[in-house]
């Protein structure tokens, strides 16, 4: 199958932006609002747009490019003024330079991450920023998982990454290697939500509060916290 078709399946079974993860992309749009710089922004890999939205209110010089057309109809009608690209990112050869990329969620997905990044970098402006976030193969629901015999390592696919689309999970060292293999200065590593439990069992028990509380405490332990993320430059 090819990579657009896989795109296309998993995009119609998709369900990643649904539930507590409703909560982590909102908490990551108020870390990542820290770091844009003035100027417009490109967001790769949107899927049902759920941060689009987020940026698109704080700027609307907003360009996207994702490889599923039923993501991209979507965000088209929604926000009929962002400039939209139904194409894969290597394939994707802009015009313009952009001052802020954001890839949420999309290293874990592509074949070479490092790879990627060397191109992505050639669409940044000179004083422009890239902020990159994964999931941390070192979080503590991951180390429990492995204690509890539900994962073979921290850094094995579990069903729901098989279902996203996931090729890989990183640990904060691979995470950043990725960078400095592309020729890239990482300027920030971070965390945040500090994730002792599985994403249904925190939706089944936790208060709003709560999560709110753990999505903090994570930006205080990036090494074990459920999300990491890096602000790059040239």
Known sequence: ????????????????????MQSSIRYCFDVLKRHLVPGNILELGPAEGVMTELLYGFNQDLTIVEGSTQFCDLIQNKFPTVHVFNEMFEEFAPNDKFDNIVLSHVLEHVENPAALLTKVKNWLSPDGVIFATVPNA???????????????????????????????????SEFKKIFNDAGLKVNKFGGYWLKPLANKQIEQHWTPEMIDAFMCLGESYPDIAGEIYAVVSH
């Open 138 to 172: 070192s979080s503590i629901h991951r180390q429990a998982a492995v204690l509890l015999g539900l994962l073979k390592a921290e850094n094995s696919l579990n069903r729901a990454d098989i279902d996203h689309g996931h090729k890989r999970v990183f640990n904060p």
């Open 1 to 20: 199958m090819k990579e657009m078709d896989k795109l296309q399946l998993i995009a119609s079974q998709f369900g990643y932006s649904r539930g507590i």
